[in-house]
């Protein structure tokens, strides 16, 4: 079942033995008790978010992009600057032509640019949702996983509760979903040998 922002607040909530709320929004007629726990979901969701999909290249949240290059150039080593989208979150891989083959392209991402000697650039990327219900299960859970280690302190003061969950998201949540993720990704994005590219002038040895 698709997972709405309130509903991983509420799990994350459950979570560290809180209970759940109708809203994030504060209202001045509910408890302060209430509001407080809104307002810190409200302040900690969105960098539990990203940080979870930045810590893996997921499936459910990739895209892809053709660039627009910048018209300012970079002032030395590289040749060209690429705008990144809006709602990037990590580059995944960047290719200078459409079949997507990796024969070595080097980049480097640079605040919202790429910087690369590409012409043209396609890239695939994680980017951040603006609706959440488009997670899978396994990353949903990792999001709860995280949100929840960053509630820990400042509803309950207690520091063990967040290594243990701490413990739960990297030793059994996260595996997991690498693994089931890896199945469902069958587009194994290998890079050319370095060796066969320096023998065959960048080409690939056919």
Avoid at 57 to 66: I, P, Q, Y
Avoid at 116 to 128: A, G, L, P, S
Wanted: negative net charge; contains cysteine.
């Amino acid at each position: 079942m698709a997972l709405t922002k309130i509903d991983l607040c509420n799990h994350a909530l459950l979570k560290v033995g809180a209970d759940t709320i109708a809203s994030l929004d504060t209202n001045p007629n509910a408890s302060e008790g209430i509001n407080r726990k809104a307002s810190l979901c409200n302040i900690l969701f969105d960098q539990a978010l990203e940080e979870i999909i930045r810590s893996y290249t997921w499936n459910c949240v990739t895209k892809r992009a053709k660039l627009t290059r910048l018209s300012a150039k970079p002032e030395f080593k590289w040749l060209y600057q690429y705008q990144l989208p809006g709602d990037f979150c990590r580059l995944i891989n960047l290719y200078d032509n459409t079949n997507a083959y990796d024969d070595g392209t080097e980049w480097v991402v640079e605040g919202n640019s790429v910087l690369c000697d590409h012409e043209e650039v396609y890239i695939t990327y994680t980017h951040i949702p603006q609706d959440v219900s488009i997670l899978d299960p396994l990353a949903a859970q990792a999001v709860i996983c995280k949100l929840a280690i960053k509630l820990c302190v400042p509803l309950q003061l207690d520091q063990s509760m967040a290594n243990n969950i701490l413990q739960e998201l990297l030793g059994v949540v996260m595996p997991a979903a690498r693994s089931i993720d890896t199945f469902e990704n069958k587009a194994y994005s290998t890079p050319e040998s370095q060796f066969l590219l320096a023998r065959n002038n960048t080409s690939p040895l056919i």
